[in-house]
């Protein structure tokens, strides 16, 4: 289990007596619940105004957890990206590509297609708007793990989408069911995109 130290300042640990340690260990996953229980007008100028963006973020995210409400899903992801200093025609463009994908997969699960499959299709497609699959493109921009689309262009984000909404229209079209008929739309999709 991997556990994250939390300072303690000299105060508390006088109010807790002689024992006290000098730091308490959380795990990982509990971080994000003390982050949150954090009294933001306690906390030094400099720093206060992030704590109060993660926290609007928390809510947003628990709330979306809670009712899977898409709109309060699409704000969280826009607060995030709001966090990390993306402007906002790149965010508007990024929740495009968010709702596309999801309708894709949503297609896919409706026509037969399983497990690690969704992630072949999807490296076609994205063959087809970059030249190299996801794990290719994100090894060419030098990120060990995550979303390569979280460091694409607002173009980059374009061509994926039309590519995906391509693939969409042709399963569709096609009724594409099970994944050889899908990686044919998906092939399509593809070709959609320029390459």
């Not at 699959?133 to 689309?149: D, F, W």
């Not at 980059?156 to 039309?162: H, K, M, P, R």
Request: with cysteine; net charge positive; proline share 2%.
């Amino acid at each position: 289990m991997k556990l994250i130290s939390v300072a303690v300042t000299a105060m508390e640990i006088s109010q807790r007596g002689g024992g006290a340690k000098e730091r308490v260990c959380l795990p990982k996953q509990f971080i994000s619940g003390f982050l949150f229980g954090i009294n933001a007008s306690r906390v030094t100028p400099e720093l206060r105004e992030r704590v109060i963006r993660w926290q609007r973020e928390a809510h947003l995210i628990l709330d979306a957890a809670f009712t899977g409400d898409a709109e309060s899903v699409m704000a969280a992801v826009r607060q995030r990206y709001l966090r990390q200093e993306y402007d906002e025609a790149w965010i508007r463009q990024r929740q495009i590509t968010i709702g596309t994908r999801n309708l894709l997969t949503d297609e896919w699960k409706q026509r037969g297609v399983q497990g690690k499959q969704y992630g072949l299709l999807t490296a076609v497609i994205h063959r087809g708007a970059f030249s190299m699959t996801p794990s290719e493109h994100r090894a060419h921009k030098g990120l060990e793990k995550g979303e390569v689309r979280d460091h694409m262009t607002g173009l980059g984000l374009a061509f994926i989408n039309v590519a995906e909404q391509a693939t969409i229209a042709n399963a569709q079209i096609e009724d594409a069911q099970g994944y050889e008929e899908n990686l044919e739309a998906a092939d399509k999709g593809r070709r959609a995109a320029g390459l």
